[in-house]
């Protein structure tokens, strides 16, 4: 029997072989930034038009000094006060509803594409996943802002700042929370991979625990590899427009170089995406069922199939 071929290896090659999948993802995340983008924008404008201290932001700006920036904008934070909670919690659930409705529309149509041939779960546990998934993320970065508001009063509640004690408070629960996000988003990730027609969302979600369950090492160290990948893109992306922004003359040419340098991220995060998903589902192939769906790529699947042969 020959070696199975790297599941890495074969959700990159399962990409590229079908490129509508990638299309499709850029077409439904980039509509939502969009949309999320101009539900921030608007939000921003109605709450910053009438404040006069905005008057000061080009001077501010052009001045490149850190604590001036800062002072700016704790400035704007006290004058807005309760509006921008308000307004943040609101913005918050609106663009948590435009990301599930979708997200659940184009992972429906993505994972049927991977799974060709296979009953894919149904649209509307689909939707249940992203709902929770959006929902979840929300609930989770509210926590953790709640949580290092409560940490920073404390730390601030003496003569001076305690930054010892801040750091003390903060890091157990920025890892717990963000440990927990991690964990249960990427569950419910592969709930809308491996859950099958007929199946409802507590169903799927079974079915994904169950999956990797059978080869925990090899899905998280895949998921390990992604996420390295991912994060290593993130920081050549943030280094460029670091090392720029003093270098760049008008804030117009520095806003245009960031749009630029953010497309390419996600659309390069994008792709990294969809090939993991694939690598997963190459990955569940080697332990399914007899008579059970096969969990593999379309275009891998005759890869698949030979190696069995052989």
């Given at each position: 029997?020959?070696k199975?071929?790297?599941?890495i290896?074969?959700g990159l ?16 995340r980039w ?9 921030v ?5 109605m ?7 905005m008057?000061r ?13 800062g002072a ?5 934070v006290?004058?807005?006060?309760n509006?921008?909670i ?11 509803l435009?990301?599930?409705i979708?997200?659940g529309?184009g ?6 594409r ?8 149904r649209f509307?546990s689909?939707?249940a996943?992203?709902f ?12 953790l802002?709640?949580?290092?508001v409560?940490e920073?009063?404390?730390?601030t509640?003496?003569?001076?700042p ?7 408070m903060?890091m ?7 440990g927990f ?9 592969l709930?809308?991979i ?5 199946q ?13 369950a ?14 390295l990948?991912r994060?290593?893109?993130?920081l ?5 427009c ?5 270098s760049v ?19 390069v995060?994008d792709?990294?995406?969809m ?15 007899p ?5 593999v ?5 005759q890869?698949?199939e030979n190696?069995t042969?052989?």
């Amino acid at each position: 029997m020959n070696k199975p071929p790297n599941p890495i290896t074969q959700g990159l090659r399962a990409i590229s072989r079908d490129p509508l999948i990638f299309m499709l993802e850029i077409l439904w995340r980039w509509v939502f930034g969009l949309l999320a983008c101009l539900l921030v924008f608007a939000t921003g404008a109605m709450l910053l038009g009438p404040l006069p201290i905005m008057k000061r932001w080009p001077d501010v700006w052009n001045s490149h000094d850190p604590q001036m920036l800062g002072a700016f904008f704790v400035g704007i934070v006290f004058r807005l006060g309760n509006k921008l909670i308000i307004a943040a919690v609101a913005v918050s659930i609106a663009i948590a509803l435009v990301w599930a409705i979708l997200s659940g529309l184009g992972r429906n149509i993505i994972v049927k594409r991977l799974r060709s041939g296979v009953t894919s779960l149904r649209f509307r546990s689909i939707m249940a996943v992203q709902f929770l998934r959006g929902y979840l993320t929300l609930i989770c970065v509210m926590s953790l802002i709640a949580a290092v508001v409560v940490e920073i009063k404390i730390a601030t509640n003496g003569s001076k700042p305690d930054l010892v004690m801040f750091y003390i408070m903060a890091m157990p629960s920025i890892l717990l929370i963000g440990g927990f996000w991690l964990v249960t988003n990427w569950y419910l990730t592969l709930a809308s991979i491996f859950g099958r027609d007929g199946q409802s969302f507590a169903g799927a979600f079974r079915q994904a625990r169950q999956t990797v369950a059978k080869q925990f090492s090899d899905f998280a160290g895949t998921g390990f590899v992604f996420l390295l990948l991912r994060f290593v893109l993130l920081l050549v992306a943030l280094t460029i427009c670091g090392l720029s922004s003093r270098s760049v003359g008008s804030q117009q040419t520095y806003f245009t170089l960031v749009v630029v340098v953010a497309a390419v991220y996600f659309a390069v995060s994008d792709y990294l995406h969809m090939a993991r998903m694939a690598s997963y589902l190459a990955l569940a192939a080697a332990h399914v069922e007899p008579g059970g769906p096969k969990l593999v790529v379309s275009s891998t699947s005759q890869t698949a199939e030979n190696s069995t042969a052989h």
